[in-house]
């Protein structure tokens, strides 16, 4: 069974200031995607980036990019330039090639501060 | 607004009776996904629809728990006998029909069985 890991339950970083927010997975599998998403409070969850496992280059999306270690099974979050709408939590998510069963890891709850 | 939406966004019910949620997608999302979501965790798959066919159910789907979408649109997800242990957001989840499409999330039905 796929199994997703965020070590870090509690963050916080200083507005404008980078943060990264840490994830592995354990699987046997070659091919499959990885999610980052964001769930603000009281709010609903949004995908911040996902990361198709073939792909050597680590995704972008504005301030958001990602550290995809294969080997490793190593999928870290890092956010520059931190914002105070970035506050929320987030969550890792992995998703075996062809299967729509998404496993999530608990969440890490980032707060930034002013 | 034509993101995905939920229906009671609250639910507070006594021990053994039963609750109905009600899900709508994104308009032309052919597939639709249920995630229950505790305090503290990620979200976790229930069960997921291609259209009107329900393909794929979790084994934390238990008798008591059944999820329709008879004209491919709408889905319910009803539970039966409520226990206590059933409180939690319920999530539904819509993506557009081929694998590994994000899945776009609603806010979500928080249930607190009494």
């Known amino acids: 069974a796929q199994t997703v890991t965020q070590s870090q339950p509690e963050m916080s970083v200083q507005e404008a200031e980078t943060v990264t927010l840490s994830c592995t997975y354990d699987t046997s599998e070659s091919n499959y995607y990885l999610f980052w998403y964001k769930q603000p409070p009281s709010r609903q969850m949004i995908l911040v980036i996902r990361q198709e496992a073939y792909k050597q280059q680590n995704a972008t999306e504005n301030r958001f990019s990602v550290n995809f270690q294969k080997a490793a099974k190593s999928f870290s979050l890092k956010i520059s330039d931190s914002q105070l709408g970035d506050t929320a939590m987030y969550f890792c998510a992995f998703m075996k090639n062809w299967e729509n069963d998404m496993r999530f890891g608990a969440g890490t709850r980032l707060t930034v501060k002013p | 607004d034509t993101g995905v939406s939920q229906d009671p966004r609250h639910k507070i019910t006594k021990r053994g009776q039963n609750v109905t949620f009600r899900c709508d997608p994104i308009s032309e999302h052919n597939r639709l996904y249920w995630y229950r979501q505790t305090l503290g965790q990620g979200p976790e798959f229930l069960t997921y629809?291609?259209?009107?066919?329900?393909?794929?159910k979790s084994r934390l789907l238990s008798d008591r728990f059944s999820a329709e979408r008879p004209k491919g649109s709408f889905s319910t997800l009803e539970i039966q006998r409520t226990e206590q242990g059933d409180s939690a957001m319920y999530l539904c989840a819509s993506s557009p029909g081929t694998n590994q499409e994000t899945q776009y999330f609603g806010p979500g039905t928080r249930l607190l069985v009494l």
């Open positions: 629809f291609q259209n009107e066919a329900q393909l794929e």
